[in-house]
């Protein structure tokens, strides 16, 4: 009797396990390899997500999932961060975000110098008078508007922005070159903190660009600090990437070490054939202030030539007063012969490529160099500067083939190196087919992990994927993303590392990468199978200084 009781105990107990129901997900990411951002070796496993949190990871058994995604041979990775993104206006027009989702890309960092706020009257009104291809109706006037304005309008990635000290000082001083009056400061540090406490990451300036660059370094400290104030970060075109490059690394290192706060040089080069030897001194400051205990990090896109605007050929008093006085400058012919005299070739015009116009009769010339066209005028590379300028009415978009494939990979090597496409997140259909673009545009992220990680071995798999992931959250002081960890929010890529492959090319840009399968934009599947859902799950991801306001009744 004894033994049959210990038997029909065991057959109970046995029983009640075998009952016991096996762990369910909203998805499950099953048998891939994984990666969590650390730069450390990853495992094969899986992944489960419940709403829009990774729920765990590890060997889950015989979990089941509502939708399952079978990650055989593919790696499992947290979503890529787009350092330094130009997709404010690409976005309005189409918020799908394509050719960077089809990347990995799932937040847009924006606001390089410029943000799309805060806007006065005028501001606004110049904004919408600029439009181009892309139209739209100016209808906030701070950031934070701006982008709750996106987020509500539909958005695949997730978003994000710093204030731009550029937006600023023109808010308050428009182009006017001089420093700025006790009141005109104390203006700009109260929109700085505006921002900042309405979700901005921290304070930008581009300083080869007006009126950012009117902004002398003890003015950016000051605005520097308000960010620090609010746990923000710096980041900075820095004012010189030529002949200068040592003295304007060591002018955000000023401003990092005087207002406390982090910094970041964007898109860190040595610009120019005769400047490319200067690169390795940029390192050394960098790396002599990390020493220090300064917090110094950069960026980079994965390409050999720049996009920029053609105007920035002109002399620099041509541009001080903006793109409307420097038309009217042109207009002046004693003025116009300076300025040609005057321009300065940092690449040889057949290294120049004219990629964007306004006016929709000169797109004619897109594809060509800026030698062919001086060619095809009888006139000299000069004169045609200033001569397209004026007929498109534009500062024209074009290509600088001025770096050294060789700094490329150096850099690179930096462990302190995020990535970015310094570019917008387009379509290959419809309006965005108007012009053309830099490949970084649709191919930055994977040419990193197919051309300089899987062919070149410049860094490892998983190194890049922390400076795509942990290394840019961190810096930007992201709560609960960046990384795969049970409780952070899924922002999870999953790709064929054999097969992922940069496709843009300078000639034919609008070229999708390919061997990205499926992204999720917190738990929400935006790209499956490689093919876009349709979805839009992006969120306006705010800066450690955001500040929650109470509803108004």
Partial sequence: MKSFSRITLFILITGIFSCSEPQSFDILIKNGYVLDGSGEKGFVGDVGINADTIAAMGDLGDARGKQEIDATNLTVAPGFNNMLSWANVALIEDGRSQSDIRQGVTLEVMGEGRSMGPLNEKMAANMAEGQQSITYDVSWRTLGEYMNFLENKGVSTNIASFVGNGTV???????????PAVEELAQMESLVQQAMEEGAVGLSTSLIYVPSGHAQTEEIISLAKVASKNNGMYVSHIRDEEGKLLEAVQELITIAEEAKLPAEIYHFKASGTANWHLLDSAIQL?????AKGLQITTDMYMYNASSTGLNVLLPSWAKEGGHSSTIELMKQAPMRKKMIAEIDFHVPPENILLVGFRNPDMRNLIGMTLADVAKEREKSARETVVDLIFEDDSRIQVVYFSMSEENVKKKLTLPYMAICSDAGSYTNEGVFLEQSTHPRAYGSFARLLGHFVREEKVISLEEAIRRLTLLPATNLKLEKRGALKEGYYADVVLFDA????????????HQYATGMKHVLVNGVPVLKDGEHTGAFPGRFVKGPGYVKKEATQ
Wanted: aromatic share 10%; proline share 4%.
């Fill in 169 to 179: 000082r023109e808010y308050v001083m428009g182009y006017e070159n001089r420093v």
């Fill in 286 to 290: 960098v790396d002599k202030a990390r």
């Fill in 498 to 509: 054999e097969t992922i492959t940069d496709n843009a090319t300078f000639k034919e840009p």
